[in-house]
């Protein structure tokens, strides 16, 4: 298996909407093998399936030392959140960008395992956060967009240089 590359912003891929999972076979278990390949190799927590080029709603999630382990969420879907924070988020699609976010830290969700099983949980802390973060992925948004907008500003234009000094384009 290829290691994966993760798209970086300004990737217009990163703002497309993922399509549900249908069918649970190979291809799948594939493409999970691949995301935690990736986070257990580049440190990261979470990791959404549209991250490496596959616009498909899957999503992993491993928050060391957590009650959860690693988990896989297909479909995920958010009924309700509650105990909003800030937490600090970053993401490896958007390397050098730390930034402090309102979150909620318990959200209830349903989601399919990596075999169809459908699965309810009540999940809280930096796993319920970095779920949302990863969803948001799913669906074609990333953190900076929680930003206030001089924040967000200042961020897209240090991006946009250090992205000009790299031969980046499209920000």
């Not at 970086?8 to 497309?16: A, F, I, Q, S």
């Not at 691949?34 to 990791?47: P, R």
């Not at 999630?61 to 995920?76: A, L, R, T």
Request: net charge positive.
């Amino acid at each position: 298996m290829n290691r994966p590359s993760i798209l970086k912003y300004p990737d217009e891929e990163l703002r497309k909407i993922s399509q549900p999972i249908k069918v649970f076979d190979d291809d799948l278990k594939s493409v999970v093998d691949q995301l935690f390949e990736v986070i257990n190799t580049q440190g990261g927590i979470g990791l959404s399936a549209p991250q490496i080029g596959v616009l498909k709603r899957i999503s992993v999630v491993h928050v060391p030392d957590d009650e959860y382990g690693p988990k896989v969420y297909i479909n995920p879907v958010i009924h309700s959140k509650s105990a909003y924070g800030i937490v600090e988020e970053s993401c490896l699609s958007i390397p050098e960008v730390v930034a402090n976010i309102i979150r909620a830290t318990k959200i209830n969700i349903s989601a399919h395992d990596i075999s169809g099983n459908k699965i309810q949980a009540n999940l809280v802390g930096m796993h319920a956060v970095c779920l949302q973060h990863e969803i948001d992925h799913l669906d074609g948004k990333l953190f900076i967009d929680k930003l206030t907008w001089p924040r967000r500003i200042l961020v897209k234009n240090r991006l946009k240089r250090k992205n000009q000094r790299t031969g980046i384009v499209g920000i």
